[in-house]
């Protein structure tokens, strides 16, 4: 016994559709529309089609490649208060915007205290990223080394391997708050050198280069970790206090706190 096969859709939204086209419904309809109202003819209605459908495919692949970047929330670039810092190059951050780094496949290390808006700027340059293309991995130093450490077999080492190795920008948070064992440091070691002079990896950290020994202590790795990371690395030190300590005070700063409450006592007769 055989099947009957359905007609073909005469709907030419739904044939388009049919053919893969992933801009929505809508906007293909209004498309047709327009090109049939406009009286366009055969190549500039296919045009059309092109550049809509084209922005619909970069719209989902960027969609995914912000899932995959893990960027979380963070406050847009034009947000940073530059007039916090005592300190910063903010000449280099805007150079640093424009991506060429990436394509040489340099590093940046940002470096400051707590609460100054490393991770703010590091996640920016993310964000550019995404926005051209690149794709992008976030993570702090401790959740990716974490995550590598507790892979059960080879195979799946190298796997897992590959999230932190592929991504043309890859960026690794915090660096110097919590202590690492060698292993830890080997790992780490093997991610920037094996992305070395191909992909470029961001770094935040509150410590120097030469206090990186302090958060692994007793690794070998340590200084040829360092050479290869600085090697083509652009350094952005930021000198200021924490923005969020700073900003928890009351805007006024002479505001006294309020004076606690009396317990109500008994009333004389």
């Given at each position: 016994m055989t099947t009957e096969r359905e007609p073909p859709s005469t709907d030419p939204v739904e044939s388009l559709r049919a053919l893969g086209f992933r801009a929505p419904r809508e906007a293909l309809a209004a498309l047709l529309t327009h090109a049939h109202?406009?009286?366009f003819g055969p190549s500039e209605t296919i045009e059309q089609l092109v550049v809509i459908e084209r922005r619909a495919r970069e719209a989902t692949n960027l969609a995914r490649r912000t899932k995959a970047a893990a960027l979380g929330t963070f406050k847009p670039i034009d947000r940073f208060d530059w007039n916090h810092p005592r300190k910063i190059d903010r000449a280099l951050i805007d150079r640093l915007l424009g991506l060429d780094f990436i394509e040489r496949g340099d590093n940046v290390l940002f470096r400051g205290q707590s609460g100054v808006g490393k991770s703010m700027l590091a996640k920016a340059l993310g964000q550019a990223a995404l926005e051209r293309g690149y794709s992008v991995r976030f993570s702090t130093l401790a959740a990716a080394l974490a995550d590598l450490l507790q892979q059960e077999s080879l195979p799946a080492f190298e796997r897992r391997l590959k999230r932190y190795l592929?991504?043309?920008?890859?960026?690794?948070?915090?660096l110097g708050y919590l202590p690492c064992?060698?292993?830890?440091?080997?790992?780490?070691?093997?991610?920037?050198?094996?992305?070395?002079?191909s992909r470029?990896?961001?770094?935040?950290?509150?410590?120097s280069f030469k206090q990186w020994g302090t958060v692994f202590p007793g690794a070998a790795c340590v200084v040829a970790l360092v050479d290869r990371f600085a090697q083509h690395c652009h350094r952005v030190d930021i000198d200021a206090d924490s923005w969020r300590d700073t900003?928890?005070?009351?805007?006024?700063?002479?505001?006294?706190?309020?004076a606690p409450r009396r317990r109500p006592g008994k009333r004389k007769p």
């Open positions: 109202q406009s009286h592929h991504p043309d920008l890859l960026v690794l948070d915090e064992d060698t292993r830890a440091a080997d790992l780490l070691y093997n991610i920037v050198s094996r992305r070395h002079e470029s990896t961001v770094i935040t950290t509150n410590l900003h928890n005070f009351d805007r006024d700063g002479d505001s006294a706190p309020p």
